[in-house]
């Protein structure tokens, strides 16, 4: 059974800091991009970030460039997201996603909320 499992998401104040963690299983995880991608409150997904299955290049949105950090461990099947100065507009559900090719996302998580405010 494939599962994507994120955690660590939560309540922040504005220009703090969290770190999401993606756990993967039942699938060859080294093989596939891994993608975080969000919905904020009564909007649609937005792409967040990315990183390589192949040579571990990572990609970024413009509106979390600078600000966010995406790794992967492949021997714990696990992605991050380091996410630093959070800002409101950085409110959302977070979720990761495996894509095997740029075509599509294979798999997605259940979600991980995050939510920045004072």
């Known amino acids: 059974e494939v599962q994507l499992v994120e955690s660590g998401g939560g309540l922040v104040q504005p220009g703090g800091s969290l770190r999401l963690s993606c756990a993967a299983s039942?699938?060859?995880?080294?093989?596939?991009?891994m993608n975080w991608v969000r919905q904020a409150p009564g909007k649609g997904l937005e792409w967040v970030s990315a990183?390589?299955?192949?040579?571990?290049?990572?990609t970024y949105a413009d509106s979390v460039k600078g600000r966010f950090t995406i790794s992967r461990d492949n021997a714990k099947n696990t992605v991050y997201l380091q996410m630093n100065s959070l800002k409101p507009e950085d409110t959302a559900v977070y979720y990761c996603?495996?894509?095997?090719?740029?075509?599509?996302?294979?798999?997605w998580g259940q979600g991980t909320l995050v939510t920045v405010s004072s």
């Open positions: 996603a495996a894509a095997r090719t740029l075509a599509t996302y294979d798999y």
């Open positions: 039942g699938f060859t995880f080294s093989r596939y991009t």
């Open positions: 990183i390589l299955s192949s040579n571990g290049d990572t």
